[in-house]
């Protein structure tokens, strides 16, 4: 495993780090009612995972106070007690802002110190490594019910949060190239979170305005969804598109069409040729060939400081620490493979 730095924090994370997303098990939005996380969980199952991301040398954890309500984070700081892990050895990233309990809105600022309190008591420990402001819409209610600006006053919690020693590295997740623009100018952030995948790199592509903001900011990106939720590993079939179960939020995601489903299986058959893969579609081995060449794909651009796959058990974490040990993808399979993908939905 090797370890890339987070901005100029002087944290260093593994380039796989693990997605605790999964871990927190089903919960809905207080606003929609829609799922917004993962059915059927098994915490034995977590825990095996968890083990062998720490064999590999997985030391970065990104979780989040919405997964499941607290749970991923409680999850996680009980299996690395379980596993006598030391806490020094480990990063840990989460965020707040989608949470908003009893608070108008998340990015109140009171509410941003309960979050992270209650983060730290959930997590077991005195310091987070990386804490993320979970979006980019900072503009919400306020307790007299009009639009408030937050971004100012959650900047300044943040940073207060800093100098008292409960935050080393501060971190943004957004969702467009406008939000980051607007909010990282006041935050000053380390670390930008967002989607990178060879379906989407908006945020990673070369002459992105994202990679000059970085670099004008000195920030590094971490990229969720490397595997693209396993529609990366050819694991559905185009025929017979998945149902998922009752409370997995992926049932509300519109890629898991056999349109995509097909489209994408063409496009991993040609980089399977082009990569020289010997191992037999649909076989564990196909799995982590193709695990390995999409987190490799991501962490080849600019910037990248680690991919974060999620996961539920033992075999889906080995076949995702498999990136680590094949060797950097080239620049040119890197542009090839882009070309290939580029603008595929
Ligand atoms: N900042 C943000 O707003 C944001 C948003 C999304 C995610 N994240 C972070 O990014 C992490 C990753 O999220 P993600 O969107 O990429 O989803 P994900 O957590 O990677 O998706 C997990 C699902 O992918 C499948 N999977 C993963 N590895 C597999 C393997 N080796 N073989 C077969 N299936 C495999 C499993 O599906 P099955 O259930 O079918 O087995 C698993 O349930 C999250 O845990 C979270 O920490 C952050």
């Not at 949470?99 to 420990?125: D, K, M, V």
Request: net charge neutral; with cysteine.
């Amino acid at each position: 495993m090797k370890y890339r730095p987070v901005g100029t924090s002087g944290v260093k994370v593994s380039e796989i780090g693990f997605g605790c997303w999964t871990m927190g098990g089903p919960n809905w939005s207080a606003l929609t009612g829609a799922p917004i996380g993962w059915a059927d969980v098994n915490d034995a199952d977590i825990l095996a995972g968890i083990k062998a991301g720490l064999d590999a040398g997985v030391n970065h954890w990104d979780n989040a106070d919405i997964y499941g309500n607290g749970r991923a984070e409680r999850t996680l700081a009980q299996s690395l007690g379980t596993l006598g892990v030391s806490r020094q050895t480990q990063v840990i990233a989460t965020k707040v802002g989608h949470f908003r309990g009893t608070a108008p809105y998340g990015y109140e600022p009171a509410h941003i110190r309960n979050q992270c309190e209650q983060s730290l008591r959930n997590l077991r420990t005195d310091y987070i490594d990386i804490y993320y402001f979970h979006h980019g819409t900072y503009v919400g209610p306020g307790y007299d019910g009009q639009a408030h600006d937050y971004l100012h006053e959650a900047a300044g919690v943040m940073h207060d949060l800093v100098k008292e020693g409960k935050v080393r590295a501060v971190g943004q997740s957004a969702y467009s190239i406008e939000d980051f623009e607007r909010a990282v100018p006041v935050l000053r952030p380390h670390v930008l979170q967002n989607k990178a995948n060879l379906r989407y790199d908006e945020f990673i592509a070369p002459g992105s305005p994202l990679r000059r903001l970085m670099r004008e900011h000195g920030c590094t990106f971490v990229a969720f969804g490397p595997l693209d939720q396993g529609i990366l590993l050819d694991k559905f079939d185009p025929d017979n598109p998945p149902a998922f179960l009752e409370g997995d939020y992926r049932g509300n995601r519109k890629d898991f069409t056999p349109e995509i489903l097909r489209t994408v299986r063409g496009l991993l058959a040609k980089a399977r040729e082009r990569l020289g893969s010997a191992a037999t579609p649909g076989t564990p081995e196909d799995t982590a060939f193709l695990s390995s060449m999409a987190s490799r794909w991501v962490l080849a651009h600019e910037n990248v400081c680690s991919v974060i796959p999620g996961f539920r058990n033992e075999r889906q974490a080995r076949c995702n620490v498999r990136a680590a040990v094949d060797a950097p993808m080239s620049e040119a399979d890197r542009a090839w493979l882009g070309g290939l993908f580029g603008g595929v939905r």
